[in-house]
T-cell receptor
C-alpha cells in the first residue's frame, strides 16, 4: 500500500531534550516536506526537500533541522525543543515539485514539549 | 501578501442536508487550487484540484467551483453524511510553494 508513515505518533518530552521524528514514503517520491498545524493558524511548512541531499527552508524553519540522505526518508530533528514547538506535525510527499502532482500526507505526530 | 481565507470557520448541519464552504484567495501567481478533507487526528486527503481554466470539478458528492476572476472557490457537499464531519482545507499553489487556508470545521449531526 502506497503511504507516508511517521513515528512516533505521539510524543511528550521536556524542554531541551533532542528528539527526531521519522518520516518514510514508499512511493519513490522526489519531493518531501514537513508541516506543523496549530489551532487558528492552519498548516505551515517547516522544511522541504526536492531530492536526496537537497533541502530548503519553508515558512517556519526556526528550531528545526532536516536531512535527506535517502530518497524514502526525511527525518525532522528538534535539537533543543521548546514549549512553543508543541504542535501537530505532518510529513508529506509527492512525485516531484510540479504543482499538479498530488501531495500525500502522513498520519501526523502530536508533540508536547513541557 | 499571499493569503487564503476560508469561511465559515465552523459549520453544523443535519445529516442529509447540503452545504457550501467558501475560499477566497489573493495568491499570485496562481497555479492551481485544491480542496483537502482532514479527519480528526489524520492527515489531509486531496478531494479536488482545479487549474486556472477549470470552473468546476466533482468528486462524488463533493463539487468544487473556481472563479479565477474574483479569486473565489467553493466546495459544495450534497446530501451530507456523518462521515463528512471533518475539516476542509483550501490550498492554493503558487509557482514557488503552497498557501494554506485555516480550514472550515464541519460537523454533521444525525
Amino acid at each position: 500500500e502506497a503511504q507516508v508513515t511517521q513515528n512516533p505518533r505521539y510524543l511528550i518530552t521536556v524542554t531541551g531534550k533532542k528528539l527526531t521524528v521519522t518520516c518514510s514514503q514508499n512511493m519513490n517520491h522526489e519531493y518531501m516536506s514537513w508541516y506543523r498545524q496549530d489551532p487558528g493558524l492552519g498548516l505551515r511548512q517547516i522544511y522541504y526537500s526536492m531530492n536526496v541531499e537537497v533541502t530548503d527552508k519553508g515558512d517556519v524553519p526556526e528550531g528545526y533541522k532536516v536531512s535527506r540522505k535517502e530518497k524514502r526518508n526525511f527525518p525532522l530533528i528538534l535539537e533543543s525543543p521548546s514549549p512553543n514547538q508543541t504542535s501537530l506535525y505532518f510529513c508529506a510527499s509527492k512525485y516531484s515539485r510540479v504543482s499538479s502532482h498530488e501531495q500525500y500526507f502522513g498520519p501526523g505526530t502530536r508533540l508536547t514539549v513541557t | 501578501k499571499n493569503q487564503v481565507e476560508q469561511s465559515p470557520q465552523s459549520l453544523i448541519i443535519l445529516e442529509g442536508k447540503n452545504c457550501t464552504l467558501q475560499c477566497n484567495y489573493t495568491v499570485s501567481p496562481f497555479s492551481n487550487l485544491r480542496w483537502y478533507k482532514q479527519d480528526t487526528g489524520r492527515g489531509p486527503v486531496s478531494l479536488t484540484i482545479m487549474t486556472f481554466s477549470e470552473n468546476t470539478k466533482s468528486n462524488g458528492r463533493y463539487t468544487a467551483t473556481l472563479d479565477a476572476d474574483t479569486k473565489q472557490s467553493s466546495l459544495h457537499i450534497t446530501a451530507s453524511q456523518l462521515s463528512d464531519s471533518a475539516s476542509y482545507i483550501c490550498v492554493v499553489t503558487r509557482a514557488d510553494g503552497l498557501t494554506f487556508g485555516k480550514g472550515t470545521h464541519l460537523i454533521i449531526q444525525p
